[in-house]
């Protein structure tokens, strides 16, 4: 970390400059930048709009590009690979030197970083001609970032420093960790401001209009950051808030019942009502700026726009994990035989997959975001093979598990009716029938099929009692189609990842117990 402190001087400047993209095509037509000076940065609304663009990008490519899924579905035991760069969690071994988790780490300080830049210079260089419901946009935004990142880096390395404005920090680059439950504190603090800043806004079919985040986006991710400290009163409060709102609908759902769980990973549908936060992807020309999902995820270069592919699988307890009739293994996962007319291979429209499928020896392929060959269903590519179609961070089907979980709380099972609803909306959006009750075991395995391969799963095993998350782990099969392997986790809390073993050389303070942060 005292690498980017040390450069705090530039940061600003240098992430002004990496973010400051048009709007005039979405998030990364890029002007020249060489006349850009902290000056007139802010001298217009569009301006002012567009300090934020990178946020939803740049700052997440090196998390999202690999790390994302390693940890989120190789370390969880959905996905599978031998692939050394991303093994390394399949097992529930990996290193402080782990190039992944490095750069997870260092993308999501980049975030807190530019997010930082914005809060505590963008007041202070605005002409006073530009709106201030822009100037509350653009903070809003870059609250809503700061506290979504570290909701990420607490979840995985537990106690670290707070910062909120990283030039407090030039000349003693050395900081302490604080307590995880200050960092909770201030990421629903950060929420908070974000849900004051935001506009409201209902999501219409008007995709290009909803990319950005809202007042509702924030409350939806709120409401997790509840959940994960098992406050249900709160969560389901600011739950329901977002769905009493009606600013988003579950696509394929009573409200959209023309549409499928299978487009929501269309890259034409990105920004769809169902979307409630997503990284927003578009090819440039420039590394870093559109997805490798359809890379990474596809069988092979038969459907994607690379020279190779299939370095991610879905794991064997994944593909046995959903129930006869449920829609969304299709859509997740791709087994011999399985016909898709929206993709696009080689040999033309439609993909009707092979006998000997065998990504990783899995026997079997991830579908969820895996476009095909550029289409006009696709997008186009750049040079790296990567395209646009959007990651979510969160979709509104989750906010309704989020908000049954809610109300089950800590008791045994629920029949609630708003429980039930909630609940039974994403099932039967699946094609399964209602049920009567659930239990949490029950919701959490909703939750792993529904969100499998959206980089959630691990955080949901890391937050449930420890014992019960080693027994659901010791039960997966985690070799490939033809060897079975199961491991035995670490003792301990093996889901708070190794601080990279460079940062600790330069802050020795990360290894020491936590402090209290000072919130005045």
Request: a negative charge; hydrophobic letters at 40%; charged letters at 20%.
């Amino acid at each position: 970390m005292k690498r980017y402190i040390r450069n705090v001087k530039f940061l600003f400047l240098a992430f002004a400059a990496a973010a400051f993209i048009s709007c005039s095509d979405e998030f990364l037509n890029r002007p020249g930048e060489d006349n850009i000076s902290l000056d007139n940065y802010y001298s217009s609304n569009e301006q002012v709009e567009a300090s934020t663009n990178g946020l939803y990008s740049r700052t997440w490519f090196n998390f999202h590009n690999k790390a994302f899924f390693a940890i989120g579905e190789i370390g969880s035991g959905n996905g599978f690979t031998y692939s050394s760069d991303v093994n390394s969690l399949r097992t529930l071994v990996i290193s402080s030197t782990d190039l992944e988790m490095v750069n997870a780490w260092k993308s999501l300080w980049a975030t807190v970083a530019q997010c930082n830049a914005i809060i505590n210079f963008l007041p202070e260089r605005v002409d006073p001609s530009v709106s201030q419901a822009y100037v509350d946009k653009a903070l809003g935004e870059a609250h809503f970032m700061r506290g979504l990142a570290y909701f990420y880096i607490v979840r995985l390395w537990g106690p670290v420093p707070i910062i909120q404005n990283n030039l407090d920090h030039v000349s003693s680059p050395q900081i302490p960790t604080n307590t995880e439950e200050d960092i909770y504190t201030f990421i629903e603090m950060n929420f908070e401001d974000a849900i004051n800043l935001l506009p409201e806004k209902i999501r219409s079919s008007n995709y290009s209009d909803n990319g950005r985040v809202s007042k509702g986006s924030a409350k939806a991710m709120l409401a997790k950051v509840y959940l994960y400290q098992q406050e249900y009163a709160l969560a389901r409060s600011m739950a329901e808030e977002v769905i009493n709102s009606g600013e988003f609908k579950l696509y394929g759902g009573p409200e959209l019942p023309t549409k499928s769980y299978g487009d929501l990973f269309l890259t034409s549908n990105n920004n769809n009502e169902e979307s409630i936060a997503a990284m927003q992807w578009k090819v440039t020309g420039t590394y870093g700026t559109a997805s490798n999902c359809n890379t990474q995820f596809a069988y092979s270069p038969y459907i994607n726009m690379a020279t190779y592919g299939g370095v991610f699988a879905p794991s064997q307890d994944l593909i046995g994990a959903f129930e006869t009739g449920d829609l969304r293994r299709k859509e997740t996962i791709m087994l011999p035989g399985d016909v898709y007319p929206n993709i696009t291979t080689a040999d033309g429209p439609g993909l009707v997959v092979p006998d000997d499928i065998d990504p990783q020896n899995a026997g079997a392929g991830i579908k969820k975001y895996v476009v095909g060959k550029v289409s006009d269903i696709a997008g186009p590519t750049d040079n790296w093979g990567m395209m646009e179609n959007n990651t979510y961070f969160m979709r509104y089907a989750e906010l309704l598990l989020i908000h049954a979980e809610s109300i089950l709380g800590n008791a045994g099972s629920t029949s609630d009716a708003a429980a039930l609803n909630s609940y039974n909306m994403v099932r039967n959006r699946a094609g399964l029938p209602s049920v009567a009750s659930f239990t949490f075991e029950d919701l959490l395995h909703e939750r792993r099929v529904e969100l499998a391969f959206e980089g959630d799963y691990w955080y949901d095993l890391g937050r449930i009692p420890l014992s019960m998350a080693v027994n659901i782990i010791s039960a997966q099969n985690r070799g490939d189609e033809e060897n079975a392997q199961y491991v035995t986790p670490p003792s301990g809390d093996f889901f708070k990842l190794p601080y990279p073993a460079t940062e600790v050389s330069k802050n020795p303070l990360l290894t020491q117990p936590p402090v209290p942060y000072n919130f005045n």
